[in-house]
């Protein structure tokens, strides 16, 4: 096992959230690290980004990584495309390498976000059936996503594809 300095993981949203556990212990197979995860419910995207700058000036000794959603709009789209040199992972999933810190940070963007370009295609069920969307969106996604989906081999694949991606910036 490789060590490697620590990891600080901030995750946008509770599916972000639930994605980015399940990469980490793919990562852990690989690494020696510790890694912290950080989610909070009043966290957006835009809130993790400006956290990133703060944590970068504070402290040298992490490495961070982001899991974060495009988001939809000319807007939002401009800030991310401002933020990050942005390399594409799979249809609608980019790796983004910071273009003021590139050798601390790096993220996993959903686009336009993690329900569109990661969950629907696997699962179309969240996609169609409001009530199960919801509960994406709620404090029980991990409990449903952990049920439907963590055996799922298509989801198995494509987020192999994200970690193999993490690992060559790590």
């Known amino acids: 096992m490789k060590d490697r300095p620590n990891m ?12 980015a556990k399940r990469m980490l212990d793919m990562l852990n ?31 040298e000794n992490y490495r961070i990584f982001a899991v974060i959603d495009f988001e939809k709009g000319e807007v939002a789209r401009k800030y991310i495309n ?50 199960k969307f919801d509960l994406v969106k709620s404090s029980k996604c991990e409990d449903y996503l952990s049920k439907v989906i963590d055996r799922n081999s298509l989801f198995q694949e494509k987020l192999q594809k994200i970690v193999n991606e ?5």
Do not use: M, W
């Open 8 to 19: 600080l993981i901030l995750a946008e949203c509770c599916a972000n959230h639930y994605i």
């Open 29 to 59: 197979e690989v690494f020696s690290f510790k890694a912290k995860l950080r989610h909070n419910f009043r966290q957006g995207r835009d809130r993790i980004l400006s956290n990133i700058e703060r944590i970068i000036k504070e402290s």
């Open 82 to 131: 401002a933020y990050f040199i942005l390399h594409k992972i799979d249809d609608r999933i980019l790796l983004g390498v910071s273009k003021k810190y590139s050798n601390k940070v790096t993220a996993i963007i959903f686009d336009p976000n993690i329900e569109e370009a990661f969950l629907c295609p696997i699962l179309r069920e969240i996609c169609s059936d409001r009530s």
């Open 166 to 170: 993490l690992i060559t910036r790590i």
